[in-house]
């Protein structure tokens, strides 16, 4: 990887990384309770918190409003850059797409997300949430309207849109997924 990125045959995508802090606290009713493991409660907790609706919507404006001051706006891509929202599960890729499909429309914004994951989750397909196909969905993600790919475990790897500009990852990447994940 590291002589690829030299002979530029590769981006370095770490040039450009930037995370963002969640911050929770937990609060003990009892101060020695042999019942209470900290870290057991901190990573449940944490996957409450980052799983339930509302903060998937506030990530949803953090990254519209991003993409759209820092992208759209800056025309990168001559004003057609495309962005994809990598989710930790079918569930929270759902819940993606609901709240964009929501902040877009409540802001007034004329584009449009895509959301992409196999099978269905709570009786909800792709093909149902997008009104398309699943086979569709690369065709329908040139169109100029659709700039944001909502995806989970698909289209991570292998996906050739020459106009995707932008990655949001909402998931814990590690070794090779990392690699490829970035490197598509």
């Known amino acids: 990887m590291k002589q690829a990125i030299e002979e530029n045959f590769i981006l370095d995508v770490l040039q ?12 003990k009713k009892i101060e020695d309770d042999p019942a209470y493991d900290k870290n057991k409660a ?5 996957i409450f918190v980052e799983n339930h609706s509302h903060a998937i919507s506030k990530k949803t404006a953090l990254i519209v409003d991003h993409f759209i001051d820092n992208v759209i706006r800056k025309s990168k891509i ?9 989710t ?18 409540d802001t007034g914004n004329p584009y449009k997300a895509i959301v992409a994951y196999s099978g269905e ?13 699943s ?4 065709d329908e993600f040139k169109k100029s309207e659709y700039r944001f790919l ?12 020459p106009l ?10 590690g070794g090779v997924n990392a690699v490829q994940t970035f490197q598509d």
């Open 16 to 27: 450009n990384y930037t995370s963002y802090q969640s911050y929770y606290a937990l609060l």
């Open 42 to 46: 901190q990573k449940k907790l944490k």
């Open 78 to 86: 001559n004003g057609l850059a495309k962005a994809m929202v990598v």
């Open 88 to 105: 930790s599960s079918r569930r929270n890729a759902v819940k993606y797409k609901k709240a964009f499909d929501k902040y877009l429309a």
């Open 121 to 133: 989750i709570d009786g909800q397909t792709e093909a149902a949430l997008n009104h398309f196909s």
């Open 135 to 138: 086979a569709a969905i690369p």
């Open 150 to 161: 909502i995806v989970a475990n698909k289209y991570q790897t292998g996906f050739d849109q």
């Open 164 to 173: 995707l500009h932008t990655m949001y990852v909402d998931k814990k990447l």
